[in-house]
């Protein structure tokens, strides 16, 4: 699949999504789903419509796959393991429960107030060290998907962070 390709059809499923209620900023939305599925590329959106690498909890009571990752810990390091995640019938199922996650977690309540504000989005999306976690890890994550939200059109060329 192109990139343009994937955007366009990401971007379609995230108003989907935003019509059924999610909290979510479309734009920064199917930026986000580009980097984290290698624009629609990884085995995990192949196989389970996920677009965002979101694990199945124990509180989960949808459909499941099992893929090998690796994860990080303090005391053991990076290690190989098995993980559990969610699967989904449709990118649009995908996207709604991403906005219901963070419409739920009070962490994201920044990122749900500026809605409306890609920019404002995606920095409340984003860790805040020492108080609370973020969507990811990656200390440049920010800058990223607006770079994919750039280069795209999804937002404007001139846009800058505060």
Known sequence: MLQSDFIVMAFKATEEAVSKGAPINPAIAAAQAALESAYGNSFLCREANNLFGIKAGKAWQGKVIELPTKEFDAARGMYSTVARFR?????????RDYGEIIGRLSWYKDAVVAKDDPVGFILGLAAKPGREPGWATDPRYVEKVLSVAKRFNLISAHTRLP
């Open 87 to 95: 699967k989904y019938d449709s990118w649009a199922d995908c996207f």
